[in-house]
């Protein structure tokens, strides 16, 4: 199993949407978690972060964590066309907090 | 204040030469990491460096790759020899600690001809 797993993707959704995306990932002591979008051509840059079970919102984006099931999931409500990009799940590789490790990306496209 | 800075932003070199590739980090940020990014790619680890410690250098691809770090601030990835499958962009990033996120520069775009 990948240290970290996302759906490649691409991951259509209608303009106005909620766009959701998953990430899986195999340590369980992890205790941070990162989201990243990356745009065509540009470098990544953080858009949620969270360290405690549940929901952390910030404008229309829900970061969400379940420990247990060792998921953490993205949402974005009212998609918008700009939200397309590949998005980026990252964490510590293990309890140790060592360096960070990224998933391979999921590609969401909003469709008008 | 300033962000990750990287140079040069491109770089065109012939097959066989060495390149040294810079990365700035945040001031103040103990973490920095290298990575390598082909075209339509996810991010490729190559090596990690954490304050004095010994750098983690598991994701380098052949010994042809090596990196340093200098007073805990500038790192220099150095290639030698480059071949054509070294094109990517490569990408610094920069963070506080191991738990806190990365901040990445803008890359150096890489084409070996």
């Known amino acids: 199993q990948k240290e970290v797993e996302q759906n490649s993707g691409p991951l259509s959704v209608p303009e106005g949407a909620i766009a959701s995306l998953n990430c899986t990932y195999s340590?369980?002591?992890?205790?941070?978690f990162f989201w990243y979008r990356q745009y065509s051509g540009k470098s990544p840059e953080l858009i949620m972060f969270?360290?405690?079970?549940g929901d952390k919102e910030d404008g229309r984006f829900t970061a969400q964590l379940n420990k247990a099931s060792q998921y953490v999931s993205l949402l974005i409500r009212d998609s918008q066309p700009s939200d397309s990009a590949t998005y980026l799940c990252a964490l510590p590789r293990d309890s140790s907090a060592s360096k960070i490790i990224f998933g391979s990306g999921t590609r969401l496209s909003i469709r008008p | 204040g300033a962000g990750v800075s990287q140079s040069p932003s491109n770089k065109v070199t012939e097959k066989g030469k060495d390149v040294e590739l810079r990365c700035d980090p945040i001031s103040g940020h103990t973490a920095l990491y290298w990575y390598r990014q082909s075209l339509g790619q996810g991010l490729e680890f190559l090596i990690y460096?954490?304050?004095?410690?010994?750098?983690?250098k598991s994701g380098l691809p052949s010994d042809r790759f090596s990196a340093e770090r200098t007073g805990g601030s500038v790192s220099t990835l150095t290639i030698q020899r480059t071949q054509q499958e070294d094109s990517a962009v490569y990408l610094c990033?920069?963070?506080?600690?191991?738990?806190?996120?990365?901040?990445f520069g803008n890359g150096t775009r890489l084409t070996v001809t």
């Open positions: 969270i360290y405690s079970n």
């Open positions: 990033a920069s963070s506080k600690g191991v738990t806190s996120p990365l901040h």
């Open positions: 340590d369980r002591g992890s205790q941070s």
């Open positions: 460096f954490q304050g004095n410690s010994a750098p983690d």
